[in-house]
T-cell receptor, first 117, second 114 residues
Framework: GAGVSQTPSNKVTEKGKYVELRCDPI?????LYWYRQSLGQGPEFLIY????????DSGLPNDRFFAVRPEGSVSTLKIQRTERGDSAVYLC???????????????FGPGTRLTVT | AQSVTQLGSHVSVSEGALVLLRCNYS??????LFWYVQYPNQGLQLLLK??????LVKGINGFEAEFKKSETSFHLTKPSAHMSDAAEYFC????????????FGTGTQLKVEL
C-alpha cells in the first residue's frame, strides 16, 4: 500500500513569506506527527494529532507555526513570516493510533526540505 | 523528561566487521525504545523497537539491540557489516501517556569501508 507522502519535496521561499507543507498519512492511521530535522540533528517533535484534534502541540517553536488536520486525514503545516532559521527538513509520520501506550510504530514520509533565503 | 544520547556522531567499520552503535536513554518512566535508519534523501525507516517484552530485540537487515536497564542502554549491533548498511542511524524514545511522541538522539553516521 501507499506510504506517507509529503508535498512539496522541496520548497524555497523568501524571508517573511508564508508557506504550507502537506502530509498525506497512511490510510486508516488516526495519529499524525510533524517533526523538524535541522542539518546534523535528529528530528524534533513539533505537533501530534489524534484524529482531527491536536493532542500535543508542545513542540511548536512559536506562534508563527500552525498545523491543521480538518478531516482527520491530510494535514497541513503552516509557517507565517518565515525566517532563515526555519530552514530544515520537515518530516511527517503516521501511526495506527496514538492512544495505545506509547510503543506504536510510526511510519515516516520522505520529508519536505524548506529553504528560507 | 525523556532523552537519548548517541555516542559517536560518526562510526566507520570495515565490510564484514561488527557494527556497534551506542544509545543511552534517560527516562523517569518505563521507556519504549526504537532504532531508525535514514538513507540519503529518504524518510526514516524503523529497524527495531523495544516495548517491554524480550530485552533482546531482533530487527530487519540482521540488526539487533539489547535493552539493559541497569546500564540505561539500548545499543544497536550487527555481526557483519555490509556496504548497504551505510546510512544515518537514530535512536529514539517514547513512553506510556506520551501519545507515541518520539524524542530522537542526534544520530550516528555509519560508514562501511572495503
Amino acid at each position: 500500500g501507499a506510504g506517507v507522502s509529503q508535498t512539496p519535496s522541496n520548497k524555497v521561499t523568501e524571508k517573511g513569506k508564508y508557506v504550507e507543507l502537506r502530509c498525506d498519512p497512511i490510510s486508516g492511521h488516526t495519529a499524525l506527527y510533524w517533526y523538524r530535522q535541522s542539518l546534523g540533528q535528529g528530528p524534533e517533535f513539533l505537533i501530534y494529532f489524534q484524529g482531527t484534534g491536536a493532542a500535543d502541540d508542545s513542540g511548536l517553536p512559536n506562534d508563527r507555526f500552525f498545523a491543521v488536520r480538518p478531516e482527520g486525514s491530510v494535514s497541513t503545516l503552516k509557517i507565517q513570516r518565515t525566517e532563515r532559521g526555519d530552514s530544515a527538513v520537515y518530516l511527517c509520520a503516521s501511526s495506527l493510533t496514538g492512544l495505545a501506550g506509547g510503543g506504536g510504530e510510526q511510519y515516516f514520509g520522505p520529508g519536505t526540505r524548506l529553504t528560507v533565503t | 523528561a525523556q532523552s537519548v544520547t548517541q555516542l559517536g556522531s560518526h562510526v566507520s567499520v570495515s565490510e564484514g566487521a561488527l557494527v556497534l552503535l551506542r544509545c543511552n536513554y534517560s527516562s523517569s518512566v518505563p521507556p519504549y525504545l526504537f532504532w531508525y535508519v535514514q538513507y540519503p534523501n529518504q524518510g526514516l525507516q524503523l529497524l527495531l523497537k523495544y516495548t517491554s517484552a524480550a530485552t533482546l530485540v531482533k530487527g530487519i537487515n540482521g540488526f539487533e539491540a539489547e535493552f539493559k536497564k541497569s546500564e540505561t542502554s539500548f545499543h544497536l549491533t550487527k555481526p557483519s557489516a555490509h556496504m548497504s548498511d551505510a546510512a544515518e542511524y537514530f535512536c529514539a524514545v517514547s513512553y506510556t501517556g506520551g501519545g507515541n511522541k518520539l524524542t530522537f538522539g542526534t544520530g550516528t553516521q555509519l560508514k562501511v569501508e572495503l
